[in-house]
């Protein structure tokens, strides 16, 4: 079945830094959604991705989508202490329309 | 517009009990998900329900798991003769169509002693 696969596992990093999490599936995707999962907490929608080579922003958050549609990156410019958490992607299309396949998340934690 | 519910929050059963999840989705969305999630990990896909109707339980265990939404009421994840490891933390999302966001519950976070 359908696989995302997405890196790295962990990030630890300074407040300030930057911080990125790449999404990879072996095939092409139907459309991408990002979540956000605070420790403790459940997932909350960030943003979805339809078009090939389709960049977006929310304030400090910069998502990609590849343009073969096979792969996706979150960037997080000068990370905050409020960034901390699990940055979910998941493939919204698949074979079941609806059904969301989830990468296994990054987490990250930012040192103030 | 109240979000989504789930009840419990928490729930403890011994092995070998029954365990029933409720979930009311977002007031004007007609389309639930469960998912499953083990401890740092992914959330699992386990099934797809619109009012009366599952759509899509390609990720429910065969045996001891069912779940239903019936036309009036919450939508309900049961976990018959519960083993260890079904503890996790199983999440409900809603939305009002079949595509894009889901909004999801805070969870029920079940252990089996």
């Known amino acids: 079945g359908q696989q995302v696969m997405q890196i790295p596992q962990y990030q630890h990093v300074q407040e300030g830094e930057d911080f990125t999490t790449y999404c990879n599936s072996s095939?092409?995707?139907?459309?991408i959604q990002w979540y956000k999962q605070r420790p403790g907490g459940h997932p909350v929608f960030l943003i979805q991705?339809?078009?090939?080579?389709e960049v977006k922003k929310q304030k400090r958050l910069t998502f990609q989508f590849g343009e073969a549609k096979k792969n996706s990156s979150l960037h997080i410019t000068a990370t905050q202490t409020t960034d901390v958490g699990t940055y979910f992607c998941?493939?919204?299309?698949?074979?079941?329309?609806?059904?969301?396949?989830f990468g296994q998340g990054t987490i990250l934690t930012v040192h103030p | 517009n109240a979000g989504v519910m789930q009840n419990p929050r928490h729930l403890v059963r011994r092995r070998g009990q029954e365990a029933r999840l409720r979930c009311s989705p977002m007031?004007?969305?007609?389309?639930v998900y469960w998912y499953r999630q083990l401890p740092e990990e992914g959330l699992k896909f386990m099934v797809y329900?619109?009012?009366?109707?599952?759509?899509?339980e390609s990720g429910m265990p065969k045996e001891r798991f069912s779940a239903e939404f019936p036309k009036e009421g919450p939508s309900i994840l049961r976990i018959q003769q519960v083993v260890r490891g079904d503890s996790a933390a199983y999440f409900c999302?809603?939305?009002?169509?079949?595509?894009?966001?889901?909004?999801f519950g805070p969870g029920t976070r079940l252990t089996v002693t």
């Open positions: 998941a493939d919204a299309g698949g074979t079941s329309y609806g059904k969301l396949t």
């Open positions: 095939t092409t995707l139907s459309n």
């Open positions: 991705l339809v078009k090939s080579g």
């Open positions: 007031k004007g969305h007609s389309h």
């Open positions: 329900l619109q009012k009366e109707n599952i759509i899509d």
């Open positions: 999302a809603s939305s009002p169509t079949g595509s894009g966001e889901q909004y």
